[in-house]
């Protein structure tokens, strides 16, 4: 409500200019904004938060349950996000406050068949299979040539068979041959149908599929982990797991490291 309020100028001498002074309460006003908040608060559409998606393994009893983690030698995919070091030092190198990532990754058995560790425990460096990539990104020299695979092309070199049938089911969905695609509820079921032919593809026992073992040191970014497994997502991996570091993985990422020591 507004008041406005008439006062003679000259302190009321005759000929005086009159001035009028408005006065707005606000204060009706706070009773509106309660009510219009609360009306805006009901109304809206809660935004969905964005979740990563995982697959949880089953219920199912397993019998022999020493080879739930295992995995056969030849499908064996490990691998590991460390910390950028600064050269010289153990210090973790940051670009703009944010960790600088390094991946490593081995096939089969950390070491190969012969392992590790001699007879007499000691380290046998010409045994030591791991290697570094470019993380999710290949190395390019001058000439354009392709140095050193990524991480994503490592993964879908393994995964080719499965890859090749997912192709051929996109392009199955993209020709309509899982229903019309002219409207959003045609859309939806035929995403329902490809989504349930890709789940079986990835089921498929008969097509070659690696196992990734997916490890971090205490210095890696959360980030990073995180990119993995959007690849695992990606690149159709049915099969993949995060677990722990172990002595023989940190003595090959140490041994690697001083080895290619500025590299």
């Known amino acids: 409500m507004a008041e406005v309020q008439e006062k003679s100028g000259n302190d009321g001498k005759k000929g005086g200019q009159k001035k009028m002074h408005i006065r707005v309460d606000f204060t009706p006003m706070v009773d509106m904004n309660m009510l219009l908040i609360t009306f805006f608060m009901l109304c809206t559409t809660m935004i969905k938060s964005q979740t990563l998606t995982i697959a949880l393994p089953t219920n199912e009893k397993v019998e022999n349950q020493e080879n739930m983690s295992q995995a056969s030698a030849d499908d064996a995919v490990t691998i590991i996000v460390d910390a950028k070091r600064k050269p010289g030092t153990n210090l973790v190198d940051t670009v703009n406050g944010q960790v600088v990532s390094e991946v490593y990754y081995y096939f089969g058995k950390p070491g190969g068949d012969a392992g590790m560790f001699g007879p007499g425990g000691e380290i046998i460096s010409a045994n030591n299979n791991l290697q570094k990539s470019e993380f999710l990104t290949d190395e390019v020299n001058s000439a354009g040539v392709h140095s050193a695979r990524g ?3 490592i993964i879908q070199q393994r995964n080719k068979d ?3 049938e997912i192709k051929k089911i996109k392009e199955q969905y993209a020709n309509g041959e899982f229903g019309p695609l ?10 329902e149908k490809y989504d349930e032919a ?3 593809i990835r089921k498929n026992e008969n097509l070659k ?7 971090s040191t205490p210095q890696a ?4 982990l995180i990119e993995l497994l959007d690849e695992m997502q990606i690149n159709s ?8 570091m172990t002595r023989v993985d940190s003595v090959m990422l140490i041994e690697y490291q001083n080895a290619h020591h500025g590299s």
């Open 198 to 200: 890709a789940s079986a």
């Open 162 to 164: 499965v890859l090749a």
């Open 182 to 191: 002219e409207t959003k509820a045609e859309r939806e079921a035929a995403q």
């Open 209 to 215: 599929k690696p196992v990734v073992i997916i490890k």
């Open 151 to 153: 991480i994503r092309q």
């Open 237 to 244: 991996i049915s099969k993949y797991q995060i677990d722990n």
């Open 221 to 224: 970014s959360f980030g990073s």
